[in-house]
């Protein structure tokens, strides 16, 4: 199944995959950003594909790169029982293409993503802290953040509730 699913984005979205990686039988497929959200549209939509579920999205920090910032998306199709990896280059000062319109789930996995990488998501709903006080300073999970034994108080953001819509 995963030959079928490669080769129909590859197909499809020959000049948006930029490399595709296998490891241990899962794929990862990096692309570029602009075309993240029409990749993640034909993967949800696709009756062959069906990723009707966005598992996680994560940020990872290589600071030594020009693009400082992998956004990987992790998807799951629950029909088809197949797995894939997206994955997005960024560098410190670019935002990536929200997805919250493919996947409502996506809006608290990118709040998380902007909240300890400090990664913004172009169109997002409701981008602000979603761990963090609202008045924290900094990126925790960023390699150049400083490490200290400050204590920090948490107030779980009580003073601006969540956007409902």
């Not at 172009?122 to 390699?143: A, V």
């Amino acid at each position: 199944m995963d030959d079928l699913i490669l080769n129909k984005i590859k197909e499809i979205f020959s000049d948006s995959i930029l490399e595709v990686v296998e490891f241990r039988s899962q794929f990862t497929c990096v692309v570029r950003k602009h075309d993240l959200p029409t990749i993640c549209r034909f993967l949800r939509d696709d009756p062959e594909m069906m990723f009707n579920f966005l598992s996680c999205i994560s940020g990872v920090d290589f600071p030594e790169r020009d693009l400082r910032f992998d956004v990987v998306y992790e998807l799951y199709s629950i029909s088809k029982n197949h797995r894939l990896r997206l994955k997005v280059k960024v560098n410190q000062e670019e935002s990536v293409p929200s997805i919250t319109s493919i996947w409502r789930t996506a809006n608290w996995h990118e709040r998380e993503v902007f909240d300890l990488f400090g990664i913004n998501f172009e169109g997002h709903p409701d981008l602000r802290r979603i761990l963090l006080p609202d008045d924290y300073e900094g990126h925790p999970l960023r390699k150049d953040f400083p490490l200290t034994r400050e204590e920090v108080a948490f107030s779980h953001n009580l003073n601006r509730p969540p956007k409902i819509e």
